[in-house]
């Protein structure tokens, strides 16, 4: 209890922490002495935000032995935001402690999984930098609006550039701007909608899902199918690893009864372990039939990949359905790969033939790459 306020942390390891006159500079301080780097989260993203925790003070542990404790950083989790409601429903929003920002790197674990969560985050984001935090990184793993990123006819709004301009009004910290973490945004123009105010890092879980291929027993025999030519511009070059896997592009046309069918394009599954992947999924009608139509040119197994499974109203059940046969019309999916960019990917992954990807890792190692190259953060 600090100041009649509850306050709880979760430091990795526990260390005694600096108060915010002692941290003003690193040239303040010895260099083993830094004040733990802060990691606060909204609470959908406490899962996320406790595994990037471990995994970054793990490996600035590994880095601090191998540098006979010269380096000596830690990373703290800071469970101190109350996520409150007015009875109007607005937020009320309080930062236990506050203090405790200024001079420090802060990490926020967000999500932006509902429009619900938004205003409140973007509170918190406007707010975080006024409080003189030396550094700011925002973890935003799926970028909501993306899809919506051009005007195809008269009328229609492009909402991924409103959502990055507000992102991008977000204040600059002592060492200057915010860095903004998305994982496999739609397209990779959209860093241009957001200003120089913030700095959008434009990461991909790709290299997860090929750790991940090649533990499989079948590893040899995959093959890497794009259910269009979107996804087969925005991700081929992923693949681009020497292990050999065949690429199939799939292309969609609707007929004549506006039923949307798939047909290959280019690439052969015949007794392949073919692995659709896309960045994000809806409904998963287009995944089920780019399936469909594997499945019938002779693919031997059929699994698929999307870093953001979105699922509006439970969607996902119509793959786990296929599973126990309740769905004739289905594909039975031998692995249908989740990253927990949204936080409901926890709960789809406990039921077959899902199975989740923590982006912690891949998050770390982007934190730590910015101490690798500028030794900014840590």
């Avoid at 959908?44 to 793990?58: I, P």
């Avoid at 550094?135 to 492009?158: C, N």
């Amino acid at each position: 209890v600090h100041n009649g306020l509850k306050f709880c942390s979760r430091e990795y390891p526990m260390q005694r922490s600096l108060s915010p006159h002692q941290a003003a500079s690193p040239m303040d301080v010895p260099s083993n002495r830094y004040p733990p780097v802060l990691v606060l989260f909204h609470p959908s993203s406490r899962k996320l935000a406790e595994e990037v925790a471990r995994v970054t003070s793990s490996q600035l542990m590994a880095d601090d032995k191998e540098a006979q404790g010269k380096k000596h950083r830690r990373v703290e989790l800071l469970d101190c935001i109350n996520w409150e409601k007015f009875p109007d429903g607005w937020p009320d929003i309080f930062i236990q402690d506050v203090h405790r920002i200024a001079s420090r790197d802060v990490i926020l674990v967000a999500s932006f999984h509902s429009p619900d969560v938004i205003f409140e985050q973007i509170s918190i984001i406007y707010s975080i930098p006024r409080y003189l935090a030396r550094s700011f990184r925002i973890i935003l793993p799926y970028f909501p609006t993306a899809t919506m990123e051009r005007v195809d006819r008269e009328g229609q709004i492009v909402t991924a550039k409103t959502l990055a301009r507000i992102l991008s009004v977000t204040p600059l910290a002592a060492r200057g701007p915010a860095q903004i973490f998305i994982f496999d945004i739609h397209a990779l123009q959209e860093r241009f909608y957001f200003t120089d105010q913030v700095i959008p890092r434009l990461l991909s879980a790709i290299p997860s899902l090929i750790e991940e291929l090649d533990t499989l027993e079948d590893s040899s025999s995959v093959s890497i199918a794009f259910p269009d030519e979107g996804a087969y511009k925005r991700f081929h070059c992923c693949f681009d690893t020497g292990r050999g896997w065949p690429t199939i592009t799939c292309i969609k046309r609707r007929g004549a009864d506006a039923k949307r069918t798939v047909d290959i394009k280019e690439g052969d599954p015949s007794g392949r372990h073919v692995v659709i992947v896309d960045d994000l999924v809806q409904s998963g009608g287009t995944l089920m039939e780019c399936a469909k139509t594997l499945n019938s040119k002779g693919a031997h197994r059929i699994s698929a990949f999307v870093t953001h499974g979105v699922f509006p109203n439970e969607s996902w059940k119509r793959f786990t359905h296929c599973q126990d046969g309740s769905k004739e019309d289905g594909v039975r999916f031998a692995n249908f790969w989740l990253t927990d960019s949204i936080p409901h990917s926890h709960t789809i992954t406990k039921h077959p033939p899902f199975r989740l990807i923590s982006l912690a890792k891949a998050i770390a190692e982007s934190l730590l790459l910015t101490e690798e190259t500028s030794s900014e953060l840590y």
